[in-house]
């Protein structure tokens, strides 16, 4: 996967892209679960169906967004009681079909400790419902595209905070932080969280009396319809990418909702809406494989791609210490990243007047 910030015609922006990345906490990238076979899973067989995503194709910025709105608008919708239901399955642990995983813990435990003690499990609201006001009912309170079991004493000390990095560990939902204004999930499910909040602010745009939801690159955002921190959740869409778990219940949600999440499917649209606006036509394709494998392990492969004129390399870590400077990048060209602590890093090549920048990560 390749995800293009964008491209510059100044070097105003890489400061912004620099101090973006400041603060970014690097970790590996763990698994939910290993050994998934979705044969174990009671699944309702799906993938995109053909087309779904054409209207789409070659978009960038809020025209892709618009596009993406088109797509998925007007999902299947289901109470607040059914939600419940539908959540044993689509959060069921895969090798224990009694119970579910909870979202920030977690823990696996039985579908029937349901309920409101401590250690119970309940609906979260990842979009936190104050976010807008719209509550437990249909379609925003009970879209299960963002909808998670979670312990309950953690679920209500998450709140309505917003996400970011940073705070104090959380002493039951380890790998968890939290300060007075945020919250950081554990490692393995940041780009779910990610990709859950940025599904909302596409799917409500202010159409069929539903809110507009829309992201916020600050935290402290309720009660208006907004939730951050935008900046963290793009790189935390990076730093986990969809893995068996979140695919497999993708499918099953659109199964029930009849709607996908277009950031589960392409995660690199994300960086296609929000990142560095740029035009269309600049933007270099994922298909032209500039660099891979991404992510990488102990090397990395840059290739010269002639319509973009780049004639130099600079790549740096998440806190701006450079890593590497290619300045005379005509072919293909070869790096040992063996050597490079588990991360991520931005690429950027450049030409006269203008810049490509890509995050990878190891
Ligand atoms: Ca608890
Ligand atoms: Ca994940
Ligand atoms: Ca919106």
Redesign the pocket.
């Known amino acids: 996967m390749i995800c293009l910030i964008g491209m510059q015609t100044t070097v105003h922006k890489f400061k912004c892209i620099r101090s973006f990345y400041e603060g970014v906490r690097p970790f590996t990238v763990i698994l939910l679960v290993t050994g998934l076979f979705l044969s174990c899973v009671t699944r309702i067989e799906g993938q995109t169906p053909p087309g779904y995503y054409d209207p789409a194709a070659g978009l960038t910025g809020e025209p892709l967004k618009e596009a993406l709105h088109g797509i998925i608008d007007g999902h299947t919708e289901y109470s607040y009681s059914q939600v419940k239901t539908l959540l044993m399955d689509t959060d069921e642990d895969p090798s224990d079909p009694d119970n579910v995983i909870l979202l920030y813990t977690g823990r696996s435990q039985p579908k029937s400790t349901f309920g409101g003690g401590?250690?119970d499990w309940n609906r979260e609201h990842v979009w936190a419902k104050s976010h807008g006001g719209f509550g437990d009912t249909p379609p925003c309170g009970t879209d299960i595209h963002h909808m998670r079991p979670a312990?309950?004493?953690?679920n209500s000390d998450r709140g309505n905070k917003d996400f970011d990095n940073g705070g104090q560990p959380h002493p039951?939902a380890t790998g968890c932080f939290f300060d007075d204004d945020s919250w950081e999930p554990r490692d393995a499910v940041k780009g779910d969280v990610a990709r859950m909040i940025l599904y909302m602010t596409v799917r409500y745009e202010g159409t069929n009396g539903e809110p507009d939801l829309e992201p916020a690159d600050a935290v402290n955002t309720a009660p208006a319809p907004l939730h951050g921190k935008l900046s963290t959740l793009l790189i935390w869409n990076v730093q986990d990418p969809p893995d068996n778990f979140e695919n497999a219940r993708h499918e099953k949600i659109f199964g029930y909702q009849h709607n996908r999440n277009p950031f589960i499917d392409h995660p690199e649209f994300a960086d296609m809406i929000w990142g560095n606006a740029t035009t269309a036509g600049e933007h270099l394709s994922p298909g032209q494989n500039l660099l891979f494998p991404n992510p990488f392990r102990d090397h990395l492969t840059l290739r010269h791609n002639p319509d973009s004129g780049c004639c130099g390399i600079v790549i740096t870590d998440a806190s701006g210490i450079v890593r590497s400077i290619i300045s005379s990048w005509t072919s293909t060209t070869y790096i040992d990243t063996g050597d490079w602590p588990p991360g991520v890093y931005i690429i950027r090549a450049t030409s006269p007047g203008k810049c490509i920048i890509i995050k990878a990560v190891k």
């Open positions: 401590p250690n312990d309950a004493s953690v039951e």
